[in-house]
T-cell receptor, first 112, second 112 residues
Framework: EAQVTQNPRYLITVTGKKLTVTCSQN?????MSWYRQDPGLGLRQIYY???????DKGDVPEGYKVSRKEKRNFPLILESPSPNQTSLYFC???????????FGDGTRLSIL | GESVGLHLPTLSVQEGDNSIINCAYS??????FIWYKQESGKGPQFIID?????DKRQGQRVTVLLNKTVKHLSLQIAATQPGDSAVYFC???????????FGKGTMLLVSP
């Protein structure tokens, strides 16, 4: 089954404790992206990747890092999480930016 | 998730009615548009797309209309069913910049 898998689905942690949210897709897609979703603000793009070893900032990249060492994986790293990063996060992938993206089911992060 | 629906415009319809969800986009250079459906606890799911060289596209029970003059996009759902209840987002892409921008979303509530 074609899918985008995120882990964990839920995480409660404390300020400053590094965390990684993993994302994996099995569709051989080149384009991958991370979004955060907040009430009243909708979905905003954090980072995206056009291909292996190619990543670029989206609209809200501050406080986040990503890497793309393999085509299937695109982890999101919060080196020193802060409460304003409490949000619902989605990973997505597509063949190219001009194609519909497939989304994971989301990761709800709470930073205390 | 449940918090997605807060602060969103809401459209309430009866089962069997036709629904029209509207979206104003911001960038006149956007050349590709997508409608997504998001059910509670899930990631956005692709419904239908349209490129800027078209003004109408039909799918199964759904039609998307694009008016580039006023930068307006609409999603029409025929014979709306309770299973259509969800948040609906439009998204615009400028293929030259590889970034996807989402609208804030509209919650559709379908009562039996």
């Amino acid at each position: 089954e074609a899918q985008v898998t995120q882990n964990p689905r839920y995480l409660i942690t404390v300020t400053g404790k590094k965390l990684t949210v993993t994302c994996s897709q099995n569709m051989n897609h080149e384009y991958m992206s991370w979004y955060r979703q907040d009430p009243g603000l909708g979905l905003r793009q954090i980072y995206y990747s056009m291909n292996v070893e190619v990543t670029d900032k989206g609209d809200v990249p501050e406080g986040y890092k990503v890497s793309r060492k393999e085509k299937r994986n695109f982890p999101l790293i919060l080196e020193s999480p802060s409460p304003n990063q409490t949000s619902l996060y989605f990973c997505a992938s597509s063949l190219s930016p001009g194609q519909p993206q497939h989304f994971g089911d989301g990761t709800r992060l709470s930073i205390l | 998730g449940e918090s997605v629906g807060l602060h969103l415009p809401t459209l309430s319809v009866q089962e069997g009615d036709n629904s029209i969800i509207n979206c104003a986009y911001s960038n006149s250079a956007s050349d590709y548009f997508i409608w997504y459906k998001q059910e509670s606890g899930k990631g956005p799911q692709f419904i239908i797309d349209i490129r800027s060289n078209m003004d109408k596209r039909q799918g199964q029970r759904v039609t998307v209309l694009l008016n580039k003059t006023v930068k307006h996009l609409s999603l029409q759902i025929a014979a709306t069913q309770p299973g259509d209840s969800a948040v609906y987002f439009c998204a615009e892409i400028n293929s030259g910049y590889s970034t996807l921008t989402f609208g804030k979303g509209t919650m559709l509530l379908v009562s039996p």
